[in-house]
């Protein structure tokens, strides 16, 4: 009947597991109730401002309450958030007030990246209790790549005004290797996604320490379309530089949504210089052109979607039934190349880029139906909730019924 544990921290994480606890299973509420009104006299104020708001909340009669501030809190990146208002602060006169929705929404796995990247190492090697995902330099230096907002002020010397075109920040997504692990120049691809644009960061490193990289610019063929605004080269890749060797092309998706998920083909174009391994310096100032061909890439649906979690999902996809404003398609599929439920499930949400609710993406052992929740949110502000059935059969396969609520009939479709 009381919450004993040692450190504040902890006893103020303890009180926001129970409200989320008595928000979501309403017939435990009374006894939470109970154990946060302890909490209310702890010695930290940290803990008992915590508890005397949940107390507050549940109690309250508006339900809604308990699902915008306990079940679904603000899942916005606290950076952005900070950069959004500092922007607002300078550059508005304060006539309209400030909108929280140009701040981007981030899922629960991406508030990571708003830690400090550098105390990040510290903080996981200390806790045994975290297995995965292992943290170690090399990861810790792909963290830092795809927060890097440094492309902003790059592609702004050739875009006047590019933070205001962009638009509302998506999400980046992780690193895509466009070259083999052993291969004489490593380029890692990071997309940066906006609402109507997206940013492709190349991350070059030259790891020939008798090569001089110059003018080095990428090749991008682009799909039908898609249309390149600015890019950026590089005027010098020497030997293992890993601080500055990006290449920026900033892309405007199409006006068809279903065109936004395009194969591309790139390579690299640059001068070749033989230099000095020890110090670098080129042994002439005559050098050959080169073109170093990279592997294909594409822009998918998922980079376009981030995966928010709605709690009590059936009662908010059947409030929808009546509202026009949603869109409601389904389709039926036969997915013959997976051979169990479990396959189906995991590739179902690495596609859509959506997050699986009410732990739906476990599917129970000897099980030969199954339903998957999923719910997110598309570049532009789009909500979309997926209901999947799924059905396994030795003669076909796994066979998929997908249902789709969205206000955007194309993102549905």
Not at 1 to 15: D, G
Not at 174 to 201: G, M, Q, R
Request: glycine share 4%; hydrophobic share 40%; with cysteine.
């Amino acid at each position: 009947n009381r919450v004993l544990l040692e450190q504040p921290r902890i006893r103020a994480a303890a009180v926001s597991a129970l409200a989320q606890i008595a928000a979501s299973c309403p017939h435990l509420r009374d006894s939470i109730l109970v154990l946060l009104k302890r909490c209310s006299y702890d010695m930290d104020c940290d803990v008992r401002d915590l508890a005397v708001f949940y107390i507050k909340l549940l109690n309250h009669p508006d339900r809604n309450l308990c699902t915008n501030y306990i079940t679904e809190p603000l899942q916005v990146s606290i950076v952005e958030l900070e950069r959004s208002l500092i922007d607002y602060l300078i550059q508005k006169d304060g006539s309209k007030p400030f909108d929280i929705k140009t701040v981007p929404k981030v899922d629960i796995e991406s508030r990571i990246f708003d830690a400090n990247i550098d105390d990040l190492s510290k903080v996981l090697q200390q806790n045994h209790a975290v297995q995965k995902p292992s943290f170690n330099s090399d990861s810790i230096d792909k963290l830092k790549l795809i927060t890097d907002r440094s492309y902003i002020e790059k592609l702004a010397e050739s875009v006047p005004d590019i933070e205001e075109k962009l638009g509302a920040f998506v999400k980046s997504c992780n690193l895509v290797p466009l070259t083999e692990a052993e291969a004489e120049y490593s380029v890692n691809l990071i997309k940066h996604c906006y609402t109507d644009f997206i940013i492709l960061h190349f991350h070059c490193v030259n790891t020939l320490n008798d090569l001089l990289l110059e003018k080095v610019l990428l090749n991008l063929q682009v799909t039908k379309g898609y249309e390149i605004v600015t890019e950026t080269q590089l005027e010098k890749l020497p030997y293992g530089e890993t601080g500055s060797g990006s290449i920026y092309v900033l892309l405007k998706f199409p006006k068809l949504l279903e065109s936004s998920i395009a194969n591309f083909s790139c390579s690299l174009r640059f001068i070749v210089k033989d230099c000095d391994p020890i110090t670098g310096e080129p042994d002439s100032d005559q050098g050959y052109a080169d073109e170093y061909q990279l592997e294909d890439f594409s822009i998918e649906f998922a980079d376009q979607m981030i995966p928010i979690p709605k709690q009590n999902f059936w009662p908010i996809w059947n409030a929808l039934d009546d509202n026009e404003e949603f869109v409601h398609l389904e389709e039926t599929f036969v997915l013959s190349s997976m051979d169990s439920l479990e396959d189906a499930v995991s590739n179902i949400i690495s596609f859509l880029g959506l997050m699986a609710v009410d732990k739906s993406d476990r599917v129970g052992e000897s099980k030969t139906t199954h339903t998957l929740l999923l719910s997110g949110q598309f570049r532009g502000g789009f909500d979309v909730l997926v209901c999947a059935k799924l059905a396994m059969s030795e003669s076909v396969g796994v066979t998929l019924k997908l249902m789709v609520r969205s206000p955007n009939s194309d993102l549905s479709e």
